[in-house]
């Protein structure tokens, strides 16, 4: 079960009822990836770090932090904490970055057969690396064009 909370203030301006129900569904993911925006909004006084580690107390194996140009880390239950950079990219559009970064997650699982709870416990952090690689490069694809344009396959090749 993955997870990719959204906060959106303008439909459902009420901050209490997000934290309520992002509370509730990530105890139920196994991958969690969520935007630093996101999680400021959520929690803007309280570190990225404390709020992640407490997400992996649940069910979750790995949680990625996206940070748009500033690239991504992943916390991995395993294997600790760690980032990589984003690919510079002539800036065009953020609109579907982050959907790019999680679909680029899950696709990556099923191609290496690791689509599952037992696949995610499994993963060496060399795995999650390269996972890691692959989704800032999917986002960095999306972000050169303009509105919700998600790369192909074959353009991550």
């Known amino acids: ?8 203030l303008n439909p459902q301006p009420d901050i209490h009822l997000w934290r309520a129900r992002v509370a509730e569904l990530v105890q139920h993911a196994d991958l969690i990836k969520v935007s630093d925006e996101d999680l400021h909004l ?9 709020v992640l580690q407490g997400w992996l107390q649940h069910r979750c194996q790995l949680v990625f932090l996206t940070r748009g140009g500033d690239g991504a880390s992943v916390f ?10 984003a690919v510079k990219v002539v800036m065009a559009d953020t609109v579907g970055a982050g959907d ?23 993963l060496s952090r060399e795995q999650i690396d390269a996972m890691l690689g692959f989704a800032i490069r999917a986002a960095a694809l999306t972000c050169g064009k303009t509105g919700p344009d ?8």
């Open 76 to 85: 991995s239950r395993q294997h600790g904490t760690w980032s990589q950079p």
């Open 100 to 122: 790019t970064f999680q679909a680029a997650l899950i696709a990556w699982l099923t191609e290496q057969q690791l689509d599952s709870v037992d696949g995610l416990q499994r």
């Open 150 to 157: 998600l790369p192909y396959r074959h353009q991550l090749a």
């Open 1 to 8: 079960i993955s997870l990719d909370p959204n906060v959106r």
């Open 42 to 50: 959520l929690y803007p006084d309280q570190t990225p770090e404390s």
